[in-house]
């Protein structure tokens, strides 16, 4: 029988993180001592972190963002979209090369041009044709930059690209929350991060900011008649209608949900690994299928679906005497 091949395909917005969680699923899977291999996909990549031997395949050695951006005349954007186009019709060489890898882990770095898993058809293509023999299974694994916890505003629009990464790209996703340790230097969250990890929360998420824009208009003396007006015309209170519709759509239709994630503490890789593993069936493939592993996976999902969050608000978000943002 042949073997199926699984990895991580790794996508998010530009800085979220993409590269560096590559570089921690590396090292976790070194000291794990799975076998994997690095597939750069993203032409932009200059100073890739891995093992220089553990990269399998480099989107580079096919075509270069800055002789495409410099013979096309082309600016980043429109150079990346056609890298991905060229990818495309060079798909037998791309599926070559991943054959010849062997059976390692793959794990997949990504552009972060948001564009080119929700409204370009490259990417979904390339991955269509590649995982559609059933002989390669990957989950997508979403980095989703924890600053958009800061403001409700960022993180509407941050579930609605989940939902829309989650309808493009046809596999299962996993959205991991990352950075959330720069979240220590914000003003402390209105909510627990607990309640930002799924979108049943939304609407109270939303109606808090617009109560307490109400209270600062209140609270707005003679002589501030500009910040009056300002916020007034801020989106909360300007589009209040909107976004209460948004966040009901979202609750009804969506089954988005946050995986909290640290890079320092590597019980989040092992729980990341484990719901990867669950997803593309790694740990039930023959020659992984041992119980123990399982049930060891089973031990870490339960747990860190109930102490992830808790773990990383007291480490990173419990302040005292501090004001709410
Ligand atoms: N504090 C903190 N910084 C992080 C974390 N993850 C990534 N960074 C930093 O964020 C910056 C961007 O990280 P990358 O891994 O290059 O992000 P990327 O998504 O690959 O970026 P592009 O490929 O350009 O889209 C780097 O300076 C990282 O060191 C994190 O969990 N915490
Ligand atoms: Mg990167």
């Known amino acids: 029988m042949e073997e199926i091949t699984f990895g991580q395909f790794v996508i998010g917005a530009p800085g979220s993180g993409k590269t560096t969680y590559c570089f921690a699923v590396e090292q976790y899977l070194t000291a794990v001592r799975r076998e994997y291999t690095i597939i750069n996909l993203d032409p932009a990549n200059e100073n890739m972190p891995y093992s220089e031997e553990k990269i ?11 002789d495409v951006m410099q013979e096309h005349k082309l ?15 060079n798909y037998e060489w791309f599926e070559e090369r991943i054959k010849s890898l062997g059976n390692k882990y793959l794990i997949f770095d990504l552009p972060g041009q ?55 790209m046809e596999m299962p996703m996993i959205h991991v929350l990352n950075k959330i340790n720069l979240l220590a230097d914000f003003p402390r969250l209105r909510f627990r991060l607990n309640d930002f990890l799924n979108t049943e929360g939304l609407k109270y998420i939303l109606m808090s900011e617009e109560n307490a824009e109400k209270v600062r208009l209140e609270r707005l003396g003679k002589g501030a008649e500009n910040e009056y007006e300002s916020i007034k015309k801020g989106f ?49 493939a023959d020659r992984y299928s041992d119980l123990e592993q399982r049930l060891e996976y089973d031990k870490i999902i339960e ?3 109930f102490e992830a969050a808790d773990d990383l608000q007291e480490k990173y978000l419990d302040k005292d005497n501090e004001d709410i943002l």
Request: hydrophobic fraction near 45%; aromatic fraction near 10%.
């Open 56 to 66: 399998g395949l480099d989107i580079n050695e096919l075509i270069t963002l800055e």
């Open 75 to 89: 600016g980043p954007n429109g150079g990346l979209t056609f890298c991905m186009e060229f990818l495309e019709e």
């Open 114 to 168: 948001i564009e080119l898993y929700t409204n370009h058809f490259s990417l979904r293509n390339i991955i269509q044709k590649l995982t559609k023999s059933g002989k390669i299974n990957l989950a997508a694994i979403h980095i989703v930059d924890g600053i958009c916890l800061t403001d409700a505003t960022k993180f509407i629009s941050t579930v609605l690209l989940c939902m829309n990464a989650s309808i493009g």
């Open 236 to 284: 909360f209170l300007k589009y209040k209608g909107l976004n209460s519709s948004i966040a009901e759509i979202i609750e009804d239709y969506s089954s988005v949900s946050l995986v909290p994630f640290d890079l320092t503490d590597k019980k989040y890789m092992a729980y990341i690994i484990a719901l990867a593993d669950k997803a593309t069936g790694f740990n039930y």
């Open 303 to 305: 747990y860190m679906s």
